[in-house]
C-alpha cells in the first residue's frame, strides 16, 4: 500500500552532521590519558618533547640529554607546547596526535560533504574514526596522525585546485604547497612525495597531465622552499651530520634497504587492510568496485580516493621498511569509498520506504 502523503517523521538535515561531529569529538578526546605512555615509542616521543620544553631547544631536539635527529622537531614542538600549557601527562603529551586526528575528520567531512552531500560526509567520518588503526594512532604520542593532517590537506587542495580557474586555482596550489611543506617538517621527504604521487598519477588517468606541471612552478617551488629551509640549513649548522642521517638513513636506507630490520612480504599491507580496517574490510571489494565503476563514469572524487589509496598502499608495499602506520593515509581513503557504498545502500533503502 503506498502513501500519497509525506511522512511526518522526516530526521532534520542537520541531525546527521551533527551526531558524526560528535562522535568524532568522542572518539579522538574521550579518556586520551587513561592509560601509561607505551613503551618505546611514545615513552620516547614524549621525553624528546618533555626535554624540548625543559631546554627551550626548539630546533635541536634531544633524547636523554643526547641529540636525535630521527625525526624533525615540529611534532616535538607540538607535544613540547602541549606539555607546557598542560601539565606532563599523558593526556598532554597525546593531544597533538588527537587534535590532528579531529582536525583531519574535519577536513574529510568538508570536502565529502561538499563532493557527495552530508550523508556520506557523516559516515566517512563515522567509519575512519571507527577504523582500528585510525582510532590507536589519534591516541599515541607518534607522528603519522599529525603527517596525515598534512598529507591530506595537500592532496585535498591540489585536487580543488584542479576543479577552478584562475586566481583561485592559483590560492588553492600555494594551500596544497603550504600542507605539503608543513608534512616535510613533520615525517621529511615523505611529507612530500606522498602528495605528488598521488595528484600526479590521478591527473595522468584523468588525462590532464598538463597540471603535474603546475606543482613545479616557481611561486610553488619557493614558498616550498621557505617552509623547509630554515629548519634544514638551521638543523645542518648546528649538527653537520644531520643532511646525511637525515635523508641518507633515515629516508632513502629506510625504503630501499633492510637495516631497520622492519622488512615484510609484499602483501604486508593487505593483512593490515584486513584487520585494521576491520569491519570495514569485509565490504572493502565491493567499495573498491563501485569506486572504479564511478570514477570513469560519475564522479572525479571517486577517481581520486581510488588512486590515493593504491598509490599508498603501492608505494609503502615497494619500501624495506614497512610499518602500519605508513598507509594511514590510503586506508583513510578506503573509509570513504567505502562511505560512499554506505550513503548509496542507505538512499537505496530510502527511496524504497518512501514508496511504501
Known amino acids: 500500500m503506498t502513501s500519497s502523503t509525506p511522512s511526518n517523521t522526516s530526521i532534520p538535515a542537520w541531525v546527521g552532521p551533527f551526531f558524526a561531529l560528535l562522535f568524532a569529538t568522542w572518539a579522538t578526546f574521550v579518556h586520551l590519558g587513561d ?37 624533525p622537531a615540529f611534532f ?7 606539555l607546557k600549557a598542560f601539565g606532563d601527562t599523558e593526556w598532554a603529551a597525546r593531544l597533538p596526535s588527537a587534535l590532528s586526528a579531529w582536525l583531519w575528520l574535519m577536513l574529510l567531512f568538508a570536502f565529502c560533504r561538499r563532493a557527495y552531500g ?15 588503526l585510525f582510532e590507536a594512532f589519534a591516541r599515541i604520542v607518534i607522528f603519522d596522525m599529525m603527517l596525515g593532517l598534512f598529507v591530506s590537506s595537500a592532496i585535498l587542495a591540489a585536487y580543488r ?33 606522498v602528495p605528488l604521487l598521488v595528484m600526479s598519477v590521478y591527473h595522468a588517468v584523468s588525462g590532464r597531465r598538463a597540471l603535474i606541471g603546475s606543482f613545479f612552478r616557481l611561486s610553488h ?48 599491507y593487505g593483512l593490515i587492510i584486513a584487520g585494521c580496517f576491520f569491519p570495514f574490510s569485509l565490504i572493502l571489494p565491493a567499495a573498491i568496485r563501485e569506486g572504479f565503476r564511478r570514477s570513469y563514469r560519475l564522479h572525479d572524487a571517486d577517481r581520486l ?52
Not at 616535538?76 to 602541549?82: E, R
Not at 645542518?236 to 632513502?252: L, Q, T
Not at 586506508?331 to 538512499?347: D, F, I
Open 161 to 193: 585546485a584542479g576543479e577552478v580557474e584562475g586566481k583561485a586555482r592559483r590560492h588553492w596550489y600555494l594551500l596544497a604547497t603550504l600542507a605539503a611543506g608543513l608534512a616535510t617538517l613533520v615525517k621529511g621527504p615523505v611529507g612530500f612525495l
Open 35 to 71: 592509560f601509561s605512555l607505551l613503551s618505546p615509542d611514545e615513552g620516547r616521543n614524549a621525553e624528546v618533547a618533555r626535554e624540548m620544553k625543559v631546554s627551550g631547544s626548539w630546533l635541536v631536539p634531544t633524547y636523554d640529554g643526547a641529540t636525535y635527529l630521527d625525526k
Open 118 to 132: 552530508p550523508t556520506t560526509a557523516s559516515l566517512a567520518v563515522v567509519v575512519i574514526a571507527l577504523t582500528p
Open 305 to 356: 580516493f581510488v588512486v590515493w589509496a593504491l598509490v599508498v598502499v603501492v608505494f609503502f608495499s615497494l619500501s624495506q621498511s614497512k610499518l602500519p602506520g605508513y598507509i594511514l593515509t590510503g586506508m583513510v581513503a578506503l573509509g570513504v569509498l567505502v562511505a560512499r557504498v554506505l550513503a548509496q545502500a542507505l538512499e537505496a533503502h530510502e527511496e524504497v520506504a518512501r514508496r511504501v
Open 221 to 268: 617551488v619557493l614558498l616550498f622552499l621557505a617552509i623547509v629551509l630554515p629548519w634544514f640549513v638551521g638543523l645542518s649548522i648546528a649538527c653537520p651530520d644531520f643532511p646525511y642521517y637525515g635523508i641518507m638513513k633515515e629516508s632513502i636506507a629506510r625504503f630501499t634497504t633492510p637495516e631497520f630490520r622492519r622488512t615484510q612480504p609484499f602483501y604486508y
Open 76 to 82: 616535538f614542538k607540538a607535544s613540547a607546547l602541549a
